[in-house]
T-cell receptor, first 115, second 113 residues
Framework: ETGVTQTPRHLVMGMTNKKSLKCEQH?????MYWYKQSAKKPLELMFV???????ENNSVPSRFSPECPNSSHLFLHLHTLQPEDSALYLC??????????????FGEGSRLTVL | AQTVTQSQPEMSVQEAETVTLSCTYD???????LFWYKQPPSRQMILVIR??????QNATENRFSVNFQKAAKSFSLKISDSQLGDTAMYFC??????????FGKGTTLSVSS
């Protein structure tokens, strides 16, 4: 496989459930990102990992918990979510965080619906 | 704080025509980068074109070109000879020194035959 792969593509969960989103990249990159895409809003950067270390957390509620066990894998653990958390969650990677190319490689996203 | 504004939520164009998508941004920095990303329906977002602020020459990639007006903080995307495959949401993005990409709300472009 090549590129950035996200699973599951679609997820429906209740507010009391615990689930996880997974992202995997086969590009040899060292930085990985979680973005939230909601209708009619700009993409919101949630978390950034650079060489497995979290470098940015944009005031994301604690009900979202990221995990980066290695440079190729990124998880987003979800628990006690709210209906307004329903969105498309995009994973992206880049060669490293401090890059001036600005080119991010995105996955297709995980469409999350919270009931 | 930097902001990116795309004032056109939706646009439509016929095949082979030219369309221009607008983007304005706000920053106090002098050195930065601007981008247009394309997100086709149910497909991955990809980089279309990139512009370095210190370069006066507008970037061009095949049928895609930009009109970069630094003083006006304007960065529009022109798509020439539009094709059905250009149907997508287009995001304008800004990156300053040491910051992650900041995206606009996007413009949904529909190309019809």
């Amino acid at each position: 496989e090549t590129g950035v792969t996200q699973t599951p593509r679609h997820l429906v969960m209740g507010m009391t459930n615990k689930k996880s989103l997974k992202c995997e990249q086969h590009l040899g990159h060292n930085a990985m990102y979680w973005y939230k895409q909601s209708a009619k809003k700009p993409l919101e950067l949630m978390f950034v990992y650079n060489f497995k270390e979290q470098t940015e957390n944009n005031s994301v509620p604690s009900r979202f918990s990221p995990e980066c066990p290695n440079s190729s894998h990124l998880f987003l653990h979800l628990h006690t979510l709210q209906p307004e958390d329903s969105a498309l969650y995009l994973c992206a990677s880049s060669l490293q965080r401090q890059t001036n190319t600005g080119e991010l490689f995105f996955g297709e996203g995980s469409r999350l619906t919270v009931l | 704080a930097q902001t990116v504004t795309q004032s056109q939520p939706e646009m439509s164009v016929q095949e082979a025509e030219t369309v221009t998508l607008s983007c304005t941004y706000d920053t106090s920095e002098n050195n930065y980068y601007l981008f247009w990303y394309k997100q086709p329906p149910s497909r991955q977002m990809i980089l279309v074109i990139r512009q370095e602020a210190y370069k006066q020459q507008n970037a061009t990639e095949n049928r895609f070109s930009v009109n970069f007006q630094k003083a006006a903080k304007s960065f529009s995307l022109k798509i020439s000879d539009s094709q059905l495959g250009d149907t997508a949401m287009y995001f304008c993005a800004f990156m300053g020194a040491g910051t992650a990409l900041i995206f606009g709300k996007g413009t949904t472009l529909s190309v019809s035959s």
